[in-house]
Antibody
Framework: EVQLVESGGGLVQPGGSLRLSCAAS????????MTWVRQAPGKGLEWVAN????????YYVDSVKGRFTISRDNAKNSLYLQMNSLRAEDTAVYYC?????????WGQGTLVTVSS | EIVMTQSPATLSVSLGERATLSCRAS??????LAWYQQKPGQAPRLLIY???TRATGIPARFSGSGSGTEFTLTISSLQSEDFAVYYC???????????FGQGTKLEIK
């Protein structure tokens, strides 16, 4: 059974940093693109970033470019999202999802709240 | 950026009736279109990919159609568990910058 489990969310002040993790199991993690998607409270889904199987290609939505970094460790079956210079508008539930096109498996999400 | 527009924002339909949800792309995405269902407090679930292929375990009452810029998700004979928010998402472009529609809330009439 495919499982994606996010962790690392929490309350952070504006301008602060946070690192999200996603532990994958039940599939060959190194064979797939991986994606982060977020959802602000009461709002729709927003694609944030994705990363190629070997980590050699990474893409971001404009609003997080230069502030967020997606990475992965295939030896640990883990996906990461380093978030710096956080803003109030980054407050959301962050989901990791498998694949880079259609997203066939999702984690349960981790809540990031940016507030003073 | 490819903009995805869903309509209507809210759709009220009775149990057992058919629901038709629309999604339009600002430029052609070929058949690289997925549909997701999200219930309150849950992660989204993939329903349809390739515009018309049901994901594993998705009931046959869900069907997708369309290509290019116009897409439709049809749910025949609505069940109580189908009332949720539905999102379309394109995955056609290169570089792979993905975009979602704003969602359609399907509610019981």
């Amino acid at each position: 059974e495919v499982q994606l489990v996010e962790s690392g969310g929490g309350l952070v002040q504006p301008g602060g940093s946070l690192r999200l993790s996603c532990a994958a199991s039940g599939f060959t993690f190194s064979n797939y693109w991986m994606t982060w998607v977020r959802q602000a409270p009461g709002k729709g889904l927003e694609w944030v970033a994705n990363i190629k199987q070997d980590g050699s290609e990474k893409y971001y939505v404009d609003s997080v470019k230069g502030r967020f970094t997606i990475s992965r460790d295939n030896a640990k079956n883990s996906l990461y999202l380093q978030m710096n210079s956080l803003r109030a508008e980054d407050t959301a539930v962050y989901y990791c999802a498998s694949r880079g096109g259609n997203l066939d498996n999702w984690g349960q999400g981790t809540l990031v709240t940016v507030s003073s | 950026e490819i903009v995805m527009t869903q309509s209507p924002a809210t759709l009220s339909v009775s149990l057992g009736e058919r629901a038709t949800l629309s999604c339009r792309a600002s430029q052609s995405v070929s058949s690289n279109l997925a549909w997701y269902q999200q219930k309150p407090g849950q992660a989204p679930r993939l329903l349809i990919y390739g515009a018309s292929t049901r994901a594993t375990g998705i009931p046959a009452r869900f069907s997708g159609s369309g290509s290019g810029t116009e897409f439709t998700l049809t749910i025949s004979s609505l069940q109580s568990e189908d009332f949720a928010v539905y999102y379309c998402q394109q995955y056609n472009n290169w570089p792979p910058l993905r975009t979602f529609g704003q969602g359609t809330k399907l509610e019981i009439k």
